[in-house]
């Protein structure tokens, strides 16, 4: 069975701060994992993805995220915080044989002026 | 826009009753997934079609079914309703079946009163 846990369902940052958003999953064969975000009232929009390949990503509006098998870790980051990212960010993991996504319980972004 | 339409975007009801949520995939994406999303399940996969046929299913009571017709649009049936079914129902296509990326729709508030 496959999970994913975010840790820190509120994070606060300022903006021009660096945001981290933390991930690791669970999984018994070679994972693929994504970030989505979630803005209000609105559905999830893909930001990045890892499938295979180069384990760093980069991904839309200057986020990007590392896959580190060793620490069964996808962490999202962005170099400096804009206040348009506040919103719900959520880490998922599947699989090449699996086609749905498993979601974390999300992250709360908040950005501070 | 993710081309992926839902309907009804709000939808009110009691106990007891039952509703019928819809989703237009976008065109061309033969597989379509319905998740359920609330403040203390997080979300939750419920189930997968793919061109028509069930493929995966995740945590659905047996209260709720769906079907993916032959123009690729899915319904998903809740019965039965209880005030814990109350909810944002989310509708996502992709084009292949594993680990493609996932288009969500902007979801259907269902509220049970």
């Known amino acids: 069975a496959q999970s994913v846990t975010q840790l820190g369902s509120h994070v606060s940052v300022s903006e021009g701060a660096l945001v981290l958003l933390r991930c690791n999953y669970s999984?018994?064969?070679?994972?693929?994992l994504f970030w989505y975000v979630q803005y209000p009232n609105q559905g999830l929009q893909l930001l990045l993805k890892?499938?295979?390949?180069?384990?760093l990503v980069k991904g839309i509006n200057g986020f990007e995220a590392e896959f580190k098998k060793s620490e069964t870790s996808f962490h999202l980051t962005k170099p400096s915080a804009h206040m348009s990212d506040a919103a719900e960010y959520f880490c998922?993991?599947?699989?090449?044989?699996?086609?749905?996504?498993?979601f974390g319980k999300g992250t709360k972004l908040s950005v501070k002026p | 826009d993710s081309g992926v339409t839902q309907t009804p975007k709000h939808l009110i009801t009691a106990t007891g009753q039952r509703v019928t949520l819809r989703c237009s995939p976008r065109?061309?994406?033969?597989?379509v997934y319905w998740y359920q999303q609330s403040l203390d399940q997080g979300l939750q996969f419920l189930i997968q079609?793919?061109?028509?046929?069930e493929r995966a299913k995740g945590n659905i009571l047996e209260r709720f079914s769906a079907q993916q017709f032959p123009d690729l649009h899915s319904e998903l049936n809740l019965s039965s309703l209880e005030l814990g079914d109350s909810a944002l129902y989310f509708c996502?296509?992709?084009?292949?079946w594993g680990a493609g990326e996932l288009f969500f729709g902007e979801g259907s508030r269902l509220t049970v009163l």
């Open positions: 079609y793919y061109n028509g046929e």
């Open positions: 890892y499938t295979t390949g180069a384990t």
């Open positions: 065109s061309g994406d033969l597989s």
């Open positions: 999984s018994s064969v070679p994972p693929y």
């Open positions: 998922a993991v599947s699989s090449r044989s699996q086609g749905n996504l498993i």
């Open positions: 996502a296509s992709s084009v292949v």
